[in-house]
């Protein structure tokens, strides 16, 4: 099937079209089985996600190099890489929702893909809804999850930059970065949660949706202050359909 992705992309099934847009939650399906890749593809367009495929761990990886993901559905059983030695790999740097999918149900196997840190676990045979119902699940618990309860730093670091949250003050080393009152406004809402999901309503300050819609381009602004990529940013990320996060070094 290839990659499903992009605003205003669908697919025709006879004379219907499913429209998928680009704020839909975006999942990568990571399954050697090419026909189950497709269908698993097909259903999740029909019901309102973007979706890439691989065929395997690697081909997942290189993916996840140049895209972020709001989910990963991952089979357990592949040649080479297992799913489980992905999901670790993956759990070390990123906790991305993770729903593991398998032919073993048996209850070792459940466990071992939970203590890895999946979200969830589905055997085969299944039936396709369950699986949009669970993915859709870990996907709303995630978005709810509330912060941790901690004090906030003075000062907040992530690539070579410095921001101070009691100033609104941008440092590259030793050189000042210059912000608009906007900028400096959406990226101290945005350090208050650091590493958490901010909402682009949260973002948008006095005048709610009138000036939710500029969001996007003081982010874009933002990004080409602070990212070495713009195009595919590491520190400011979009979270598809809820906002973005600010992404520090811990």
Do not use: C, W
Not at 22 to 47: C, I, M, Q, S, T
Not at 53 to 60: K, N, V
Not at 151 to 156: N, S, Y
Not at 198 to 209: K, P
């Amino acid at each position: 099937m290839g990659d499903i992705a992009g605003q205003e992309i669908g697919e025709t099934r006879g004379e219907i079209r499913v429209e998928v847009p680009d704020h839909a939650p975006h999942v990568l399906v990571v399954d050697d089985d090419r026909r189950l890749r497709e269908l698993l593809g097909r259903f999740l367009v029909e019901n309102g996600f973007r979706v890439t495929s691989a065929a395997s761990a690697a081909e997942a990886r290189a993916k996840s190099a140049h895209l972020v993901f709001d989910a990963l559905v991952l089979d357990v059983m592949m040649p080479g890489e297992t799913g489980f030695d992905y999901a670790r790999a993956v759990r070390a740097d990123s906790d991305v929702p993770i729903l593991m999918l398998t032919a073993r149900s048996e209850t070792a196997d459940r466990i071992t893909g939970l203590e890895i840190g999946a979200d969830d676990y589905i055997a085969k045979p299944f039936e396709p809804r369950e699986l949009v119902l669970r993915l859709s699940a870990v996907l709303r618990r995630r978005t709810q999850e509330p912060a941790p309860a901690v004090a906030d730093p003075e000062e907040l670091r992530f690539g070579p930059f410095v921001f101070r949250l009691d100033r609104g003050e941008l440092r590259r080393g030793d050189e000042p970065i210059r912000l608009t009152e906007r900028e400096r406004e959406i990226l101290t809402i945005l350090g208050h949660k650091a590493g958490a999901n901010v909402l682009r309503e949260e973002l948008a300050g006095q005048g709610g949706a009138l000036n939710e819609r500029t969001v996007d381009v003081q982010i874009n602004r933002l990004r080409r202050k602070i990212e070495l990529d713009p195009a595919n940013p590491l520190i400011l990320q979009t979270v598809r359909g809820i906002g973005y996060r600010l992404v520090v070094d811990r």
